[in-house]
């Protein structure tokens, strides 16, 4: 009892008086045992504080290298179905390579839902009207690409159609039209479209 009376005495002084530490320290060796143990603790504190910044701050990054890797794949796939699509329109005719694209995906999307299933198809009824719409844009999507494939290209195609996409999708975002988030447009993004209307220029000229 005497030795933490006087510990917390010295402190005090030391704290109110402006008393140098060296001078007090012989005096009162578990102080400096104290200050020493309580600056350890205060130093792992701020270590893991710090560690847990950086592992969160890593997770942050992994998780957005992995969505943009998947977008990336999604692009390439939609590269390659165009090809393919615009082959089959060019062979066979453009509504044949909407029924073949589609029944394909038909198909795969049949085998994924009864083998992974993981979301509540019954419930359809509570997605928006205008949502269930997907598939009649995708026979359009699919019609539309086939048919200009053959006659622009490949490359000058999907300029045009994600140039178009990204006008769109910023309407769309800007005024949060369809039940999407909204994301006002700024000087960056409206920079953005004009450097690809430059670039779908070039592309198409």
Same mark, same amino acid.
């Given at each position: 009892?005497? @030795?933490?009376?006087?510990? @917390? =005495?010295?402190?005090?002084?030391?704290?109110?008086? &402006?008393?140098? #530490? /060296?001078?007090?320290?012989?005096?009162?060796? !578990?102080?400096?045992?104290?200050?020493?143990?309580?600056?350890?603790? /205060?130093?792992?504190? @701020?270590?893991?504080?710090?560690? /847990?910044?950086?592992?969160?701050?890593?997770?942050? %990054?992994?998780?957005?290298?992995?969505?943009?890797?998947? !977008?990336?794949? &999604?692009?390439?796939?939609?590269?390659?179905?165009?090809?393919?699509?615009?082959?089959?329109?060019?062979?066979?005719?453009?509504?044949?390579?909407?029924?073949?694209?589609?029944?394909?995906?038909?198909?795969? !999307?049949?085998?994924?839902?009864?083998?992974?299933?993981? &979301? =509540?198809?019954?419930?359809?009824? =509570?997605?928006? #009207?205008?949502?269930?719409?997907?598939?009649?844009?995708? %026979?359009?999507?699919?019609?539309?690409?086939?048919?200009?494939?053959?006659?622009?290209?490949? !490359?000058? @195609?999907?300029?045009?159609?994600?140039?178009?996409?990204?006008?769109?999708?910023?309407?769309? /975002?800007?005024? &949060?039209?369809?039940?999407?988030?909204?994301?006002?447009?700024?000087?960056?993004?409206?920079?953005?479209?004009?450097?690809?209307?430059?670039?779908?220029?070039?592309?198409?000229?």
């Amino acid at each position: 009892m005497s @030795t933490c009376f006087m510990t @917390t =005495s010295l402190f005090l002084l030391t704290v109110q008086h &402006g008393m140098w #530490w /060296d001078k007090v320290k012989p005096y009162c060796p !578990a102080l400096e045992h104290t200050i020493r143990y309580a600056s350890s603790i /205060d130093t792992l504190r @701020t270590g893991t504080r710090i560690i /847990d910044e950086h592992r969160s701050k890593e997770d942050r %990054v992994s998780g957005l290298f992995l969505v943009v890797m998947i !977008a990336a794949g &999604g692009g390439a796939a939609i590269s390659f179905q165009s090809l393919f699509s615009g082959v089959i329109g060019e062979k066979l005719g453009i509504i044949e390579s909407v029924f073949i694209v589609h029944l394909g995906g038909l198909v795969l !999307a049949s085998a994924l839902l009864l083998l992974i299933g993981g &979301g =509540s198809i019954a419930s359809w009824r =509570s997605v928006p #009207w205008y949502a269930l719409c997907a598939g009649l844009l995708g %026979v359009a999507i699919v019609a539309s690409i086939s048919y200009a494939v053959p006659r622009l290209g490949l !490359a000058t @195609t999907l300029t045009v159609t994600i140039a178009s996409q990204l006008i769109i999708g910023a309407i769309i /975002d800007h005024f &949060g039209l369809l039940g999407a988030t909204q994301h006002p447009l700024d000087l960056s993004r409206v920079i953005g479209i004009l450097i690809l209307f430059v670039g779908t220029w070039l592309v198409i000229r």
